[in-house]
């Protein structure tokens, strides 16, 4: 029997991608129409906001937490949280935590070691392209990271909480993206992370400039193989 998973959700869209990703790659895997056990549990992303935005990690922590716990309480065996912002409270929350997790920067890192990438550019929230997340997470498989000038960080940022959690995707957003990573290139980046977890839905690899390790279908990807691993 595979493993139960525990989705701790943020953001609609990223979540839904998670899932569906998750889901729809098992079968492969499992047999038609098999997927492991799914559960998710989310507080509303306003709820997480307040917290964000004051830098209150403690309290992103605690909220978490409360997601996790319920979910081990109805059979989850280990968690997920496709969210990479509110990672930098990881720390706070793994101690504590009733089953063990997976982390989104750390699959991201494994899988550009093993395709041999070296710096990568990072896109996502103002939060996450200048907090630690992934600068440490990647400093621990060597790859050294770049982020975008303040500018375009600020852009990226609206475009995420104007566009990209509430379901909207556009050319000119995508096109712009595309620019911001064409920077990244020619700043040395041999990938870039989609370390958003809507950006995905926006950014095509086929037209990207560079290389994308999409921080979303990777997460889920690992969650399936550990779920169907034996102890």
């Known amino acids: 029997m595979a493993k139960h998973v525990g989705i701790v959700a943020c953001s609609a869209e990223g979540a839904a991608l998670c899932?569906?990703?998750?889901?729809?790659?098992?079968?492969?895997?499992?047999?038609?129409?098999?997927?492991?056990?799914?559960?998710?549990?989310?507080?509303?992303?306003?709820?997480?906001?307040?917290?964000?935005?004051?830098?209150?990690w403690p309290e992103v922590a605690a909220m978490m937490l409360s997601s996790v716990r319920k979910l081990a309480d109805i059979g989850a065996e280990f968690a997920i949280c496709p969210d990479n912002t509110i990672h930098q409270a990881f720390d706070l929350v793994e101690p504590q935590s009733p089953i063990p997790w997976l982390h989104i920067a750390e699959t991201v890192g494994r899988a550009a070691a093993a395709r041999g990438f070296k710096t990568l550019g990072i896109t996502g929230t103002r939060y996450l392209m200048t907090g630690?997340?992934?600068?440490?997470?990647?400093?621990?498989?060597?790859?050294?990271?770049?982020?975008?000038?303040?500018?375009?960080?600020e852009r990226i940022d609206t475009i995420i909480f104007r566009e990209l959690v509430n379901g909207v995707f556009t050319d000119p957003s995508r096109r712009y993206l595309n620019g911001v990573i064409g920077t990244l290139e020619a700043r040395g980046c041999d990938a870039v992370v989609l370390g958003c977890t809507e950006i995905p839905l926006l950014v095509d690899p086929a037209d990207c400039p560079l290389p994308v390790l999409d921080s979303t279908r990777l997460l889920a990807g690992a969650a399936l193989r550990r779920a169907m691993q034996e102890d």
Do not use: K, W
């Not at 899932?19 to 056990?37: F, I, K």
């Not at 600068?135 to 960080?153: H, N, S």
């Open 19 to 56: 899932y569906r990703t998750l889901c729809s790659q098992a079968p492969a895997a499992m047999g038609p129409h098999r997927h492991p056990e799914v559960s998710m549990h989310t507080y509303p992303l306003a709820d997480y906001m307040v917290h964000i935005r004051s830098g209150n």
């Open 132 to 153: 630690p997340v992934y600068a440490e997470a990647l400093e621990r498989f060597g790859i050294a990271c770049e982020i975008p000038d303040e500018d375009d960080r």
